[in-house]
C-alpha cells in the first residue's frame, strides 16, 4: 500500500502548519483547536523548516516551566526532518516511524509539502486493508 492511499482517507486536506516564528503558546492553542498532534513548521519562504509535536511542548515545559511558551517555535522544533513521498510504501514508512521514534512525517512530491501522515493513519489504513483481505479469504474458502 502506497502513501497517497493514507492521504485520500484523511479527513481534511491540506497541511496545518505555523510559521517558525510563531510562540509555544500559539502552538499549542492551534494542536487543541485542529485536535492534531503535530504541526509542519514553515520558513519565511512557506518552506518546511521542521516540525513540532506534542512531546516537545513536554519536553519544554518540563525542562523550562512555562517562560517556553513566549519562546518561539523554532527553538524546540525537530529541524531534520524524516519526509516521504506518496509513491512511497507504507510498510517502509512505518519501519522508519518506529527506527526514529517518531509519529509525524510530511509527505513531500516534487519539493511541495503535499500532507503530513501520523503513525496512526497508517496503522488505521493498513488495518483496515487486513479486514478486507481477511473478508476476501473467509469468502473464498466458503465458496
Given amino acids: 500500500m502506497k502513501v497517497k492511499a493514507v492521504l485520500s482517507q484523511k479527513p481534511?486536506?491540506?497541511v496545518e502548519s505555523i510559521s517558525a516564528q510563531e510562540t509555544m503558546g500559539e502552538l499549542v492553542t492551534r494542536l487543541k483547536e485542529r485536535r492534531v498532534g503535530a504541526l509542519v513548521v514553515t520558513s519565511g519562504d512557506n518552506a518546511l523548516a521542521g516540525v513540532i509535536s506534542e512531546r516537545d511542548v513536554v519536553r519544554a515545559l518540563a525542562t523550562e516551566g512555562e517562560v517556553c511558551?513566549?519562546?518561539?517555535?523554532?527553538?524546540?522544533?525537530?529541524?531534520e526532518v524524516s519526509t516521504t513521498t506518496p509513491e512511497d510504501d507504507t510498510v517502509?514508512?512505518?519501519?522508519?516511524?518506529?527506527?526514529g521514534r517518531f509519529r509525524h512525517m510530511p509527505v513531500m512530491d516534487k519539493g511541495q509539502l503535499v500532507g503530513v501522515i501520523s503513525i496512526g493513519d497508517v496503522v488505521k489504513v493498513r488495518i483496515e486493508a487486513l479486514q478486507r483481505e481477511n473478508a476476501a479469504m473467509e469468502e473464498f474458502i466458503r465458496s
Fill in 92 to 99: 517502509n514508512v512505518l519501519e522508519r516511524m518506529t527506527a
Fill in 69 to 79: 511558551l513566549r519562546s518561539p517555535v523554532s527553538r524546540y522544533m525537530t529541524s
Fill in 12 to 14: 481534511v486536506s491540506g
